[in-house]
């Protein structure tokens, strides 16, 4: 039976919370309750647990610092934060702390399930992994075993999909600004190298020109708006500079935004 905390200073949110999960793991879960992040804390270490459900905003220590702490010791728990702030700090703060998911409430059930599932399974193949040390496997030999192998590649695959989402969703909230790969590194306190190589890998591109790619892909859809002004658009999508604009897309689509909205017209009439 795996050990789950929930943690959150709201008690009917925690309620509502028990209650569901008691539900649909029925069986398979023993849940712990916790109304601040110090509690959490001690009913971490006393209880061992291996999944924890952190609200973000708690009196004294909040989600994020006892997150922190429970990473500082435990590598393998899993953690998921739930909280009611969609802001940008606290998803990259998820990040470093290694966080399995960041929920917003009101929490979907489906998704909730889901996430819950990953973590049990990944915490089932931390406990076999942990019985396996028992035995005296060397260190050696655990290195080589496909099965770990597998199991630290799907727990990075996780993590790199997050950091996707998150990069995605920034460049998608901001792209209209004047926006660079320094920003976005710093925004996600890594080093620009780092991130350069996170994004290539992530996207199959560089930074610059995923940027190009979307910032006239938007572009595009306003050009297909009938009271459009031309004019406004570069600077819409990030270009302050009209001739630079005109020339990206250009490059991009083979012809001028104005070409481009003509033939929409054409094509409408």
Do not use: H
């Amino acid at each position: 039976m795996y050990r789950l905390l929930i943690a959150d200073d709201e008690m009917i949110e925690r309620k509502v919370l028990f209650k569901t999960l008691s539900q649909n793991l029925k069986g398979q879960c023993e849940i712990f309750q916790a109304e601040n992040g110090r509690e959490a804390l001690e009913i971490y270490e006393k209880e061992k647990i291996q999944i924890a459900i952190l609200d973000i905003e708690m009196p004294g220590i909040n989600g994020i610092q006892a997150a922190e702490r429970i990473r500082e010791k435990d590598k393998k728990c899993c953690i998921i934060f739930l909280t009611a702030f969609d802001e940008f700090a606290y998803a990259k703060k998820a990040i470093t702390v290694r966080a399995l998911d960041y929920l917003l409430k009101p929490w979907d059930e489906k998704e909730l399930m889901l996430v819950l599932e990953e973590a049990m399974r990944m915490a089932g193949e931390e406990k076999d992994f942990q019985k396996e040390k028992t035995e005296e496997v060397s260190e050696e030999e655990k290195r080589d075993d496909p099965e770990e192998l597998a199991e630290d590649d799907a727990g990075e695959n996780l993590r790199m999909n997050k950091v996707t989402e998150i990069i995605r969703d920034y460049i998608r909230e901001n792209y209209m600004y004047d926006l660079s790969v320094q920003d976005l590194a710093d925004k996600m306190n890594y080093s620009e190298p780092y991130f350069c190589r996170l994004f290539k890998q992530s996207f199959g591109q560089n930074f610059t020109a995923y940027l190009t790619e979307y910032r006239v892909s938007m572009a595009k859809k306003m050009l297909e708006e009938p009271t459009v002004n031309i004019k406004d658009i570069g600077k819409s999508v990030g270009y302050e500079d009209s001739n630079y604009f005109t020339k990206v897309f250009t490059k991009e689509y083979g012809c001028t935004p104005t070409e481009y909205a003509n033939r929409v017209k054409k094509c409408s009439i």
